[in-house]
């Protein structure tokens, strides 16, 4: 039981390329989320998906799209990078069961973009 | 979201208890108080969470005062591994509502 993987830990991406942050979930979660995190801050929400074939955006959703593949896989696509776009960017996913809505999260992605 | 306001840092030495505060006077009837925890260079974990009464598991405890406008995680006996960012966040009852960040307070754990 790997819980939530992300690939890959670490990128560099010049301005203006393109590229997807993959994350899988194997605990039959029907939630899945994408956070990034900026050095000292809290996480903030990009995008989430309630269940398969949904998704909706957060707080800093600009720059970003986002594919749930099927129920174990949600990905997240930055078209055109830039530095802004520079963080640490965690998925994380739950079960949705009344309170013990738990959400668990993957050790993350490294991106810088210069 | 409702809002929660907790001390940017703290201190401990080792194998003492910690109490780590958190306001949030505006709570509303259905929100859960949930804790994360984030180690260094990890991603976020869940803590303990609770409604009205105080909650007890392997990790820590959680008291809830009893006009629910604030709370206090409390670490029985802090270790050099408790060392991390502890996250403080309200939740509405409803299964897949994203949790909402802020920044924390910043633990150190002194040897």
């Known amino acids: 039981n790997a819980g939530v993987t992300q690939t890959p830990k670490f990128q560099v991406l010049k301005t203006g390329q393109s590229m997807t942050l993959q994350c899988a979930q194997d605990m039959n979660h029907n939630s899945m989320y994408w956070y990034r995190q900026d050095p000292g801050m809290g996480l903030r929400l990009i995008y989430y998906?309630?269940?398969?074939?949904?998704?909706d955006k957060g707080e800093v959703p600009n720059g970003y799209n986002v594919s749930r593949l099927n129920k174990r896989e949600f990905s997240l696509r930055l078209e055109s990078a830039a530095p802004s776009q520079t963080s640490v960017y965690f998925c994380?996913?739950?079960?949705?069961?009344?309170?013990?809505?738990?959400?668990?999260f993957g050790p993350g992605t490294r991106l810088t973009v210069l | 979201d409702a809002k929660t306001t907790q001390p940017n840092s703290m201190e401990s030495n080792e194998e003492e208890p910690v109490h780590l505060p958190c306001n949030h006077s505006?709570?509303?009837?259905?929100?859960?108080i949930h804790w994360y925890r984030q180690l260094p260079s990890q991603g976020p974990e869940y803590v303990i969470h609770g409604l009205t009464s105080n909650v007890n598991n392997r990790m820590a405890s959680l008291a809830i005062a009893e006009d629910r406008k604030s709370s206090t995680l409390i670490l029985h006996r802090a270790t050099l591994r408790d060392a991390a960012v502890y996250y403080c966040i309200l939740r509405p009852n409803s299964g897949n509502t994203p949790l909402v960040f802020g920044k924390g307070t910043r633990l150190s754990v002194i040897a």
């Open positions: 994380a996913s739950s079960v949705t069961s009344g309170s013990w809505n738990t959400q668990y």
């Open positions: 998906s309630a269940s398969e074939g949904t998704t």
């Open positions: 505006t709570i509303s009837g259905t929100d859960y």
